[in-house]
């Protein structure tokens, strides 16, 4: 791990913002996760790697914004990072070091397509998943990819 650290301090109020972004951008990339898989795995690989397959959804979006070959997607990316940075979602966010300059302050489960694991069985199972239609997302884009 870099040295450094970054804590975010979120309002659960906020969520909902966050979900319906997070949604409409999984539903993009599912849908056009053809047209997208590279742009996708490109942003997959920049973005910032926590433990345990987490990746900061914000960096993931940044790069994916302006990602050439992404711009199906662009949109739905910025949307994600303006609720992230919206203050009804985010109380407070800070780091320390230069590594996490780009952290969001959140994380979403990315297990790269081709690492020899299969997606968790049980992530589907979290409301995460199930309310943004992002295990969908990780479906197509496993099946587009590995």
């Known amino acids: 791990m870099p040295d ?12 909902p913002l966050l979900a319906s ?4 951008l999984a539903g993009t990339l599912r849908e056009h996760i053809g ?7 490109a942003a997959h690989r920049k973005a910032h790697k926590f433990k ?11 790069v994916l ?3 050439p070959g ?4 662009g949109e739905s990316a910025r949307a994600v990072l303006a609720a992230l940075a919206d203050p009804a979602l985010t109380l407070a966010s800070d780091h320390v070091g230069a590594a996490y300059a780009t952290v969001g302050g959140l994380t979403t489960y990315m297990l790269p ?11 589907g199972a979290t409301a995460y998943a ?17």
Do not use: M, R
Request: glycine share 12%; charged share 15%; net charge negative.
């Open 70 to 73: 992404a711009d199906l997607a």
């Open 35 to 41: 047209e997208l898989s590279d742009a996708v795995w």
């Open 65 to 67: 914004a302006t990602e």
């Open 130 to 146: 199930k309310n943004t239609g992002w295990g969908d997302f990780l479906a197509a884009y496993h099946t587009s990819v590995g």
């Open 113 to 123: 397509p081709g690492a020899g694991l299969p997606i968790s069985p049980y992530y």
């Open 4 to 15: 450094g650290v970054t804590l975010t301090a979120l309002k659960l109020d906020g969520i």
């Open 21 to 24: 972004a997070a949604g409409a």
């Open 52 to 62: 345990f397959q987490l990746y900061d959804l914000a960096s993931f979006c940044q």
